[in-house]
Nanobody
Framework: QVQLVESGGGLAQAGGSLRLSCVASGRSFSRVAMGWFRQAPGKEREFVATISWSGGSTTYGESVKGRCTISRDNTKNTVYLEMNSLKPEDTAVYYC?????????????????WGRGTQVTVSS
């Protein structure tokens, strides 16, 4: 059974940085894409970033482009999201998701397993 466990969230000041991690169980981690999404209260789930199985292809949401970096370590079954220049509007629950295949997707339907999320709160 696949499980995704996020960590690294917390309280940060505007302009600061956070690094989120997601550890995945299961044998197929290195063969699938991974993604990060976020959801703020009262808002729909929003695409943040995705990375292909090899790490060779990444895509970012417009709201975080230039401020976030997604990476992965297939030897540790872990995907990371480095967030810099944080803004109060980055406040949300951040979810890690496992892709259905090796290629990246920006749509949540491209993912079959989700973590429970980690809260990120950015104060102004």
């Amino acid at each position: 059974q696949v499980q995704l466990v996020e960590s690294g969230g917390g309280l940060a000041q505007a302009g600061g940085s956070l690094r989120l991690s997601c550890v995945a169980s299961g044998r197929s981690f290195s063969r699938v894409a991974m993604g990060w999404f976020r959801q703020a209260p009262g808002k729909e789930r929003e695409f943040v970033a995705t990375i292909s199985w090899s790490g060779g292809s990444t895509t970012y949401g417009e709201s975080v482009k230039g401020r976030c970096t997604i990476s992965r370590d297939n030897t540790k079954n872990t995907v990371y999201l480095e967030m810099n220049s944080l803004k109060p509007e980055d406040t949300a629950v951040y979810y890690c998701a496992r892709g259905r295949g090796p290629d990246t997707h920006t749509n949540p339907f491209g993912y079959d397993y989700w973590g429970r999320g980690t809260q990120v709160t950015v104060s102004s």
